[in-house]
């Protein structure tokens, strides 16, 4: 046999093994996906050492069920797969129907969860190693290679045992999968996507969360910082929806919880100034006033251009007095 026609063999072979893949390379390393039995949600979280895993490998509709298919990512199981469980078929039928029809299961890694508690997951038996899965009450997780066949195990053990909101329990999942080795090539991205349990039938509106790193060399350390700041900006928009009612201190709560959260950002306390102003309660409002301009002149500019807005009153006095700090 020539060098050439061995090559030859070689990309005929290729070419047949992964002509039914969206994706010819393993995309995505470890994952979870999980239903919360208190709020209803559905999440799917995932690192891999891939660039924008997001794109391809998460797949959740709220009031239906989540889908993470990756290794040699085949992208219709997300899809194809949460239109079944839309249609009344369980997770693990749902999986079944679509193993069934692909000729390429081998290199596959699928799991799916649905509202109604069925769980499955599908590792092929040519996934590359160290790779396998492990089902548990309402979760699954997953993993293709890893340094140790302990990653998957360790994932399982902290997402049955951390505290918190579904976000953070499945992101303790991801960490400890770190923790444990994780990626045998390394770590470059990383997301999560969160859908409501009281679903409105408008996809959009039934996110919760949807973030996504897409290249970092530290991604879950990059998805935790913007779970904080998600969370600040869940509180800051609760405070914008309390200020149009008129429940001041409900707002002005808010407002504190979200600069707690996000202390680094000036701009969230200015709008507990602005409250404060708002409703008279001046000299409490000027030192955060003074406090944000010294870090942010530009929303001094920015200043009387509220009162249009009706978020501080036509006064210029007190204008002048916010503007002076």
């Known amino acids: 046999m020539t060098l050439k026609t061995f090559i030859t063999l070689i990309s005929i072979s290729l070419t047949t093994l992964f002509s039914q893949s969206s994706n010819s390379r393993p995309v995505s390393t470890y994952s979870i996906v999980a239903y919360d039995e208190e709020t209803g949600q559905l999440g799917v979280a995932v690192q891999s050492h891939w660039f924008a895993v997001g794109q391809l490998v998460p797949w959740a509709k709220a009031g239906v069920g989540a889908v993470v298919t990756q290794s040699f990512v085949r992208v219709e199981y997300g899809p194809d797969g949460l239109t079944l469980m839309e249609e009344g078929v369980s997770a693990e039928d749902a999986l079944a129907q679509l193993l069934a029809d ?59 045992n951390s505290d918190g909101d579904l976000a953070d329990r499945m992101l303790a999942a991801l960490e400890s999968a770190e923790t444990e080795g994780g990626d045998i090539r390394g770590r470059q991205s990383a997301t999560m996507l969160i859908v409501s349990g009281k679903p409105t039938g408008i996809d959009w509106q039934d996110i919760v ?34 200020m149009e009612e008129n429940l001041i201190n409900e707002a002005l709560e808010e407002y504190r919880l979200a600069a707690e959260f996000y ?39 920015m200043t009387p251009r509220l009162v249009k807005a009706g978020l501080l009153p036509d006064d210029p006095k007190l204008l002048d007095m916010i503007i002076k700090q």
């Open 263 to 301: 202390p680094e950002n000036v701009e969230l306390p200015y709008w507990s100034a602005v409250a404060l102003a708002g409703i008279g309660r001046t000299e409490e409002a000027l030192p955060i006033f003074y406090s944000v301009f010294s870090t942010n002149p530009n929303l001094r500019t």
């Open 209 to 242: 969360l949807d973030l996504r790193v897409d290249d970092s060399p530290e991604p879950l350390v990059e998805l935790r910082r913007l779970l904080r700041i998600h969370r600040a900006y869940e509180h800051a928009n609760k405070g914008d929806y309390f």
């Open 102 to 160: 692909d000729p390429q299961q081998a290199v596959r890694q699928v799991a799916m969860i649905d509202v109604k508690g069925s769980v499955a997951a599908h590792t092929g038996e040519r996934c590359i190693d160290m790779a396998g899965h492990q089902v548990g009450k309402n979760f699954s997780v997953q993993a293709n290679l890893m340094e140790k066949k302990s990653v998957w195990p360790a994932m399982a053990e902290a997402f049955e």
